[in-house]
C-alpha cells in the first residue's frame, strides 16, 4: 500500500518508492498495466496489534513539575480533611467529654485544658504545616526517584512494555 505525502511516496513500512523511469510503467508516455490485485483482507480477524516499547530515560523535570502539582493536590486534601475531621469530632463532643474525664481523674482545679491544645486553628496550622513539609518532600523524592532511575535505565535497558490495540 503507497502513501503519498509532498509529492513523496511511501510504503506500508515508510521506505520510499523510487520515482518511475522514463517510457516505464506509470510514466508520462509509458505503458499503463492495471495494479495487480490485492487478496482482500478480513477486518477484525488479525486480532489486537501489539507494541513492545522500552521507557529508557524519564525526563526530571517534567517528573518534577508533575510531582509538585499532584503535592499540592494532596495538601489541599490534608488540610480540608483535618478541618471537616476536627468538626466532627467537635460536633459529636469528643473534647468536652475528653476534658470532663481529666477533670475527674486530676481534679476541678487542673491547669489543663484539652481545648487550648485542639482549638481549630491549633490543628488547621499544624496540618498545614505538615502539607508544605510534604510538598518539598515529595517533590524531591519524585525527582530523585526519576534521576535514579534514568541512571539504572542506562545500566540494564530501562523497563520494557507491551502495549496493545484492544
Known sequence: MHYTAGGVRFTVDGRPVPPPT????GAPGGPTQPAPARPAQPSGLGGPRRVRLTVSRI???????????????????????AAVFWF?????????KIQQFINQVVGQNTAVNLEDFVAF???VSLATLVAIVN?????????????LYNITA?????????LTDD
Request: overall charge negative; aromatic content about 4%; glycine content about 10%.
Open 22 to 25: 522514463a517510457g516505464g510503467p
Open 59 to 81: 525526563d526530571p523535570w517534567s517528573v518534577m513539575k508533575l510531582a509538585f502539582l499532584l503535592a499540592v493536590a494532596i495538601a489541599i486534601m490534608t488540610v480540608v480533611a
Open 88 to 96: 466532627v469530632v467537635d460536633g459529636l463532643g469528643t473534647f468536652d
Open 121 to 123: 486553628d491549633r490543628v
Open 135 to 147: 510538598i518539598v518532600l515529595m517533590t524531591a523524592i519524585a525527582t530523585i526517584m526519576a534521576i
Open 154 to 162: 542506562a545500566l540494564v535497558g530501562g523497563v520494557h512494555v507491551t
